[in-house]
């Protein structure tokens, strides 16, 4: 079944310091891929997404991620975390037989504590 | 240019009962998804509806209900409310056939079953 996997459920950083959250995913395709940031009370913000081509997708707020096909992994790096990157991020993949805006299936998500 | 909204912000209910839910998607998008998400998971998809139709379904129960208006906004029932129901309620919106768009969330509605 499709299923997507956040190892870490909860990760502690230094402002300032490097971040790396992983994600793995299982599908018979590469399928369309999603990280989202949740704040507190808040909904979903989408940070990037990779549909197709170069594997190295550049989205909001510094944030990047990289997909690697032999790896069935899409995960989102950022050089130098600020204070209000903490929140709980989401990795999410499109359903088998979905569009792009179709059904997604979510990962259990990472909480992001950063301390100063 | 607003984006997804979602009304009440907050519900409280008892067990039995039944609740409706409603969002109006993002200006000049189409499809409105709903989405459970449980304290401590991730999102898990309810269903779609596109042209007043749902078009996809999660593994949801039938208690799951919703309805799509005219003017692309969106209503999810519950009926037959249960404890394990509590959850915030995202709802999303997309526009079908754009190659490059995604879903765009809604801040959800937190619902309580007591």
């Known amino acids: 079944a499709q299923s997507v996997t956040q190892p870490d459920i909860h990760i502690t950083v230094s402002e300032g310091a490097s971040l790396e959250l992983r994600c793995n995913y299982s599908y018979g395709a590469t399928p369309y891929l999603f990280w989202y940031v949740q704040s507190p009370g808040q909904g979903l913000q989408l940070l990037l997404k990779y549909f197709s081509g170069d594997t190295l997708v550049q989205g909001i707020k510094g944030f990047e991620a990289e997909f690697k096909r032999s790896q069935s992994s899409f995960n989102l790096r950022k050089p130098s975390v600020h204070w209000s990157d903490a929140a709980e991020y989401f990795c999410?993949?499109?359903?088998?037989?979905?569009?792009?805006?179709?059904?997604?299936?979510f990962g259990q998500g990472t909480t992001l504590q950063v301390k100063p | 240019d607003a984006g997804v909204t979602q009304s009440p912000t907050h519900l409280i209910k008892t067990r039995g009962q039944q609740v409706t839910l409603r969002c109006s998607p993002k200006s000049g998008h189409d499809t409105v998804s709903w989405y459970q998400q449980a304290l401590g998971q991730g999102p898990q998809f309810i269903f779609q509806y596109y042209e007043e139709e749902e078009r996809q379904r999660g593994n949801f129960p039938d208690r799951f209900s919703g309805h799509q208006f005219p003017n692309y906004s969106s209503e999810l029932n519950v009926n037959a409310l249960l404890l394990g129901d509590s959850a915030l309620y995202l709802c999303?919106?997309?526009?079908?056939?754009?190659?490059?768009?995604?879903?765009?969330f809604g801040p959800g509605t937190r619902l309580t079953v007591l």
């Open positions: 999410a993949v499109g359903a088998p037989g979905s569009s792009n805006t179709g059904k997604l299936i």
């Open positions: 999303a919106s997309s526009l079908v056939g754009s190659p490059t768009d995604t879903q765009y």
